[in-house]
C-alpha cells in the first residue's frame, strides 16, 4: 500500500515542477552599472539628503545676509490724542560694519556644515551600490542554484531510467529504483525550495531598481583583491570620514563665534524723508548715525555659551577618532573575510573536482557489483552539494570584495 502510495505521488510531482520551472531567458537582461544607475535614480532617501543639503545651502544663505546692506522703503500714519495726524514716507538703510566677527565665522561653519552633509552623501550613494550590489548577486546565486539543482534532476531522473532498464534484466532491485526515485522528490522539494529564493531575491532588486519584470543578471568575474595597506590608508579618506573632519571643523568655528561673543560690534544707519507731515522747523530731509554696542555684563551667559560649544567641538572630535577606527575595523574584518572566502572557494574546486571523480567511479563499481545503489545517490548528492557551495562561494566572495572596496572607501567597480 505504501508503494502505492509513492508512486502516486511521484507521478504528480511532475506537472508541480513544470508549473514552477523559472527560465532566464524570457527574463530582461540586467548589468550591474545599470542596476546601480536605476537605483541612484529611484532611491527616495538620497533624494531627501540632497534636499537637506539644499536647506544647508540656504541656511548658509541667511547667515551671509547680515553682512550685507540693507535698504528698506517706509510709510506710516499716526494720529495722537490732542495732536495733528502724522504721516511718513522714506528710504532706510543699515549696514553692519563690524560683528565681532562673529557673522564671518558663523558663515564659515556654515559651509563646513554643507560640505560635510554633502560628503555624507557621497557615502550613502557608496553604500547604496553595496546595497544594490548583494541584491544583484543574490539573485545571480538564485538562478545558478536553480540550474544546480535542475541538473541534479536531471542526473537522477537519469539514474532512475538506467535502473529501471537493469530492473527488467533483474540486474537491479526494485528497493534501488524506489530509492532513487525518493532521492528525485527531494531534489524536486530542494528545487522548490530554491525557487521561492529567486522569487525573493527577485523582489529585493525590482524594489532597487524600480523595474516591474524579472530579471536576469549578467556574470560578474572575479577581480584580484589589493594590498592591504592600500585599503587601510584609503579608507581614512573615505567620504564619511572627510565628513566628520567638516563636522569637527565646523564645531570649531561655533566655537570660535562664542569666543567673540563679547566683542563690540559696530553699524551704520541712515534715513531720507521725502515726506514727513507735519514737517519739522527747521526742515530736515535725512538722519545718519553709528551705533556701538559693546557687552559688559551678560550675567553668566556668554560663559555659557562658551563651554556648550567647546563641548560640542570635543565631541565632534572623539566622533571622527570613531568614525576612524570603525573605518579601520570594517576594513580589516572585510579583508579577512574575503581572504578566507578565496581559501574555501580554492578548497571546494577540488573538492568538486574529486566529488565527480568519485561520483564516476562509484558508477563504474555500482555496474561490477562493487557497491550499492545507495553508495551511487550518495556520491552524486555530495557532488551536488559540492557545486552549490561552490556557487555560494563565489557569491560570497564577490560580496565581500565589493565590501572591502566600500569599506575603503573606493569607487566601486
Known amino acids: 500500500m ?53 536647506q544647508l545651502a540656504a541656511a548658509e544663505k541667511l547667515i551671509n545676509f547680515p553682512s550685507r546692506p540693507t535698504l528698506d522703503l517706509n510709510a506710516s500714519q499716526t494720529k495722537q490724542q490732542n495732536a495733528t495726524a502724522a504721516s511718513k514716507g522714506y528710504l ?6 563690524f560683528s565681532g566677527m562673529r557673522d564671518y ?7 563646513a556644515r554643507t560640505g560635510a552633509a554633502k560628503l555624507d552623501l557621497d557615502r550613502a550613494r557608496q553604500q547604496l551600490y553595496l546595497d544594490a550590489a548583494q541584491a544583484y548577486i543574490g ?38 529504483v524506489v530509492a532513487a526515485k ?18 525573493l531575491a527577485q523582489q529585493a532588486l525590482k524594489f532597487l531598481t ?55 560690534t559696530l553699524a551704520a544707519y541712515g534715513n531720507y524723508y521725502p515726506l514727513r507731515t507735519p514737517a519739522p522747523d527747521p526742515a530736515d530731509c535725512w538722519d545718519a548715525g553709528l551705533t556701538l554696542n559693546l557687552p559688559l555684563y551678560t550675567g553668566g551667559v556668554a560663559g555659557a555659551q562658551r563651554e556648550v560649544a567647546r563641548a560640542g567641538q570635543r565631541s565632534a572630535a572623539l566622533a ?42 562509484q558508477q563504474e563499481d555500482y555496474k561490477l557489483g562493487l557497491v550499492t545503489n545507495l553508495d551511487v545517490l550518495s556520491a552524486l548528492n555530495t557532488v551536488q552539494q559540492t557545486r552549490l557551495a561552490l556557487s555560494q562561494a563565489r557569491a560570497m566572495e564577490n560580496v565581500a570584495l565589493l565590501k572591502l572596496e566600500i569599506a575603503a572607501g573606493l569607487e566601486a567597480k
Open 2 to 54: 505504501k508503494t502505492v502510495l509513492l508512486l502516486s505521488v511521484l507521478s504528480l510531482l511532475p506537472a508541480c515542477l513544470t508549473a514552477q520551472e523559472i527560465s532566464t531567458a524570457a527574463m530582461r537582461q540586467i548589468t550591474m552599472p545599470e542596476t546601480y544607475t536605476l537605483a541612484l535614480a529611484r532611491s527616495e532617501a538620497l533624494a531627501q539628503q540632497g534636499e537637506y543639503i539644499a
Open 92 to 97: 532706510s538703510g543699515s549696514y553692519s560694519i
Open 105 to 111: 565665522i558663523a558663515a564659515k561653519a556654515a559651509s
Open 139 to 176: 539573485l545571480l546565486a538564485a538562478q545558478r542554484e536553480l540550474t544546480i539543482r535542475r541538473e541534479q534532476m536531471d542526473v537522477t531522473g537519469r539514474r532512475i531510467t538506467e535502473l529501471e532498464a537493469r530492473e527488467d534484466l533483474g540486474r537491479s532491485r526494485k528497493s534501488e
Open 182 to 199: 525518493t532521492q528525485l522528490t527531494q531534489d524536486k522539494a530542494s528545487y522548490l525550495d530554491a525557487a521561492g529564493a529567486e522569487r
Open 210 to 264: 524600480g523595474l516591474d519584470t524579472d530579471l536576469a543578471p549578467a556574470e560578474i568575474p572575479l577581480r584580484e583583491q589589493g594590498d592591504p595597506e592600500a585599503y587601510l590608508k584609503a579608507a581614512l579618506t573615505r567620504p564619511d570620514i572627510a565628513a566628520r573632519r567638516k563636522t569637527l571643523e565646523s564645531a570649531g568655528y561655533l566655537a570660535d563665534v562664542q569666543e567673540h561673543n563679547l566683542w563690540p
Open 320 to 361: 571622527l577618532g570613531l568614525a576612524e577606527r570603525a573605518a579601520l575595523s570594517e576594513v580589516r574584518s572585510a579583508y579577512d573575510e574575503l581572504h578566507y572566502l578565496a581559501l574555501e572557494e580554492a578548497s571546494l574546486k577540488e573538492a568538486l573536482s574529486l566529488a565527480q571523480e568519485n561520483a564516476r567511479l
